[in-house]
């Protein structure tokens, strides 16, 4: 129970402490890109070594590629009927239209609900990967919030209230996780198997889609392979320890 409480705890910090840093101070672009590289080699590497292993022991080869291909394809309908901020545009918050920012929020919410489905996923199967997949989105959330809460302030020019409305998406992020636990939670093994096989493509989407492309690799490598190392590494590291 300690874990389920402590995965609502990532839940919220995340998004918690992008609204409040967009909101008190932006980091540096270098630390913005470094995590952006940290969480996206997290998500692969859980969605490649824990995610689909781990589905292949309950389900066959077929249905495991055909729930990870429903993954990457449904997140990317879902990227293309809602707008979604993508942290590169940062630099880019020229329109503050109340249309555009409003669609932005109901963008980032909805987008929550199927990256709390894959912390749920993984934790009905085993307590530990499911805390692995919170930490990955927790630290992608971080920027993700920082640079939706800036428009958002800009449109209505008051801190307390766009930090209320952005922290309310993570609610949705929130009942994504307790639907895939306690959905999954006493279900045929076959369905965990292919629910982990569509987590693993909703994460693999995020990743290469938003988080690496916004990383800015190719303009510092060092910085990017060293933030990539550490991604792959805090993962087989926890791993290891939990």
């Known amino acids: 129970m300690q874990d389920i409480y402590f995965i609502i705890f990532l839940i919220f910090a995340g998004q918690t402490a992008g609204s409040l840093l967009g909101l008190i101070r932006k980091p540096s672009d270098g630390l913005l890109?470094?995590?952006?590289?940290?969480?996206?080699a997290m998500m692969v590497t859980i969605s490649f070594a824990q995610?689909?292993?781990?589905?292949?022991?309950?389900?066959?080869?077929?249905?495991?590629?055909?729930?990870f291909a429903m993954g990457l394809i449904g997140f990317r309908l879902l990227d293309h009927v809602l707008?979604?901020?993508?942290?590169?545009?940062?630099?880019k918050e020229g329109a503050c239209t109340e249309r555009s920012v409003k669609m932005l929020v109901i963008g980032i919410a909805l987008h929550n609900l199927p990256e709390g489905l894959a912390v749920g996923a993984g934790f009905a199967t085993d307590p530990s990967m499911g805390l692995l997949i919170a930490i990955a989105i927790t630290i992608q959330d971080i920027p993700e919030n920082l640079a939706t809460i800036v428009p958002l302030y800009c449109l209505n020019n008051n801190r307390k209230k766009s930090f209320i409305i952005l922290l309310g998406t993570a609610f949705f992020e929130l009942a994504g996780f307790l639907l895939g636990y306690f959905v999954l939670t006493g279900m045929h093994m076959s369905i965990v198997g292919n629910a982990l096989?569509?987590?693993?493509?909703?994460?693999?989407?995020?990743?290469?889609?938003?988080?690496?492309?916004?990383?800015?690799?190719?303009?510092?490598?060092?910085?990017?392979?060293?933030?990539?190392?550490?991604g792959v590494a805090?993962?087989?590291?926890?791993?290891?320890?939990?």
């Open 51 to 67: 995610l689909l292993p781990e589905s292949l022991e309950f389900t066959d080869i077929g249905c495991a590629a055909a729930f």
């Open 234 to 242: 805090t993962v087989v590291l926890l791993g290891l320890l939990t």
């Open 33 to 40: 890109y470094a995590s952006l590289a940290f969480a996206g």
């Open 83 to 91: 707008p979604h901020v993508h942290p590169e545009l940062l630099k």
């Open 197 to 230: 096989a569509l987590a693993a493509g909703f994460m693999v989407y995020i990743s290469f889609d938003e988080l690496l492309p916004s990383a800015k690799i190719r303009e510092n490598l060092p910085r990017g392979i060293l933030s990539l190392a550490l």
